[in-house]
């Protein structure tokens, strides 16, 4: 018996991914399954809500499939882009809850998933753009999200 070339996380999150699934982590979860958690926190602003970003560290790294009991959510897309040349294709949209959004990237002829960024407190994302080596995404409350596409844990908001 041929042994698959994907780890036991990198099936989970591919099968999730091309039946419409994401899973409810506030953070990075990349295509091979590992996740990077990021902590999201509403500062206070009466013109338009903002969030600061807080990063889980390396020491808070971990597989999807070394999680335990993860909860999911379907996922809508409302925009995407793609850049021929490359096949990546950026989506974003938003998940089951009115304050769920999500950025993807994914890759090739399969749509592979590279990364999903996913916060239950961000609210859906509606426009997505890419400028040299970032993804730039938009959510309803007009708040610019970036994610350096190398390193999407490294993401600011405007």
């Not at 990077?36 to 602003?45: A, E, G, Q, S």
């Not at 999903?116 to 753009?129: I, L, W």
Request: proline share 4%; with cysteine; glycine share 8%.
């Amino acid at each position: 018996m041929m042994k698959s070339p994907f780890t036991e996380s990198e099936c989970i999150i591919q099968e999730a991914w091309k039946d419409g699934r994401c899973p409810i982590i506030n953070g990075i979860i990349y295509g091979n399954g590992k996740i990077k958690p990021l902590n999201i926190t509403y500062v206070h602003d009466e013109k338009v809500p903002k969030y600061n970003i807080s990063y889980g560290g390396e020491s808070a790294d971990m597989w999807l499939a070394d999680r335990g009991d993860v909860k999911w959510t379907y996922i809508t897309q409302l925009f995407e882009t793609h850049d021929e040349q490359s096949s990546m294709r950026i989506s974003c949209g938003e998940g089951g809850m009115g304050a769920d959004g999500y950025v993807a990237l994914s890759k090739g002829e399969d749509d592979a998933l590279v990364w999903v960024a996913f916060f239950d407190r961000s609210n859906p994302f509606t426009e997505v753009r890419v400028s040299g080596a970032t993804v730039y995404a938009k959510t309803t409350l007009d708040n610019v999200w970036q994610f350096p596409i190398a390193e999407p844990q490294s993401a600011t908001i405007e």
